[in-house]
């Protein structure tokens, strides 16, 4: 039992994980890429919203699923840079020698004080691997829709009149930087696959439905104006298998996720 104990503790702070100088220089870089690049987008909506020939949907930038997973990857390794500052110092052996003062020397009160600790760093590292699977989702979702559509008439995704105000640097950080950062974080810094399969994939789909429901009854309702412009020409049968090959893409790339994990880091530690 103790045995196990000291494991558990050992694994809240990994070598290759939160903590590390490694992880808290990486994930301080990209907060500090993915914040410049997602301040010069604010700034080309908010110029495109004066422009007098706009037509923008409900939302403005938000409309946008390249927008919303830029802000949501940008807010995650601010999160992780704060849980590399919690975890700094609490390395395995730290971790180790910890709880056997604890189990000789301290007191009950002392005792309760650092597994509340412990407890802490355990949700700590369960909600940035949670979020870490859905990060890693629609990140890959959003490069690899956009150049599919991109390759195959860019009129259907970004027209060639928007390169007049949507810069090319942005454009190639917001659909392909984006996904390397991500594939970047899976080689250098441990996660694990804290859910099952099934629970997993439900989470990234409800946050995909999420977003079908938002463009549907949030943008285009009140708007009447579509986010992006293949979706006007599209009749209702071909958004509903837009979005089902959406849904199964989904699927699949939490899958990837999962095995390139598992391939990486060796163990999966599914609680739920």
């Not at 005792?111 to 629609?138: E, L, N, P």
């Not at 008439?153 to 996904?179: A, C, V």
């Amino acid at each position: 039992m103790k045995k196990n104990h000291n494991q558990t503790a050992a694994a809240a702070a990994p070598k290759s994980g939160s903590g590390s100088s490694l992880a808290l220089i990486w994930h301080s870089a990209c907060l500090a890429a993915d914040g410049y690049f997602l301040q010069r987008a604010h700034f080309v909506f908010a110029a495109i919203k004066v422009r007098p020939e706009a037509v923008l949907a409900y939302g403005g930038e938000y409309a946008f699923l390249t927008q919303l997973t830029h802000t949501a990857q940008t807010l995650f390794f601010a999160f992780l840079v704060l849980c590399d500052l919690f975890f700094s110092g609490r390395g395995e052996e730290s971790a180790r020698a910890t709880e056997a003062l604890i189990a000789k020397k301290q007191g009950k009160q002392q005792q309760r004080r650092s597994a509340a600790q412990h407890s802490v760093s355990q949700r700590m590292q369960f909600i940035a691997d949670c979020t870490f699977g859905v990060i890693f989702v629609f990140s890959l979702v959003v490069g690899v829709f956009f150049w599919a559509l991109f390759l195959i008439n860019r009129e259907l995704i970004m027209p060639e009149k928007s390169s007049s105000f949507y810069p090319n640097d942005l454009n190639m950080w917001q659909h392909g930087f984006t996904s390397l950062l991500i594939f970047g974080e899976t080689l250098l810094v441990r996660h694990a696959n804290r859910l099952t399969f099934r629970n997993e994939t439900l989470l990234a789909l409800a946050v995909g439905v999420c977003y079908v429901v938002w463009t549907l009854f949030g943008v285009y309702s009140t708007s009447g104006v579509w986010p992006y412009p293949f979706q006007p020409k599209m009749t209702i049968a071909m958004h509903v298998g837009f979005y089902a090959v959406s849904l199964v893409f989904i699927i699949a790339m939490v899958w990837v996720k999962r095995t390139l994990v598992h391939l990486r880091w060796g163990t999966t530690h599914t609680t739920t």
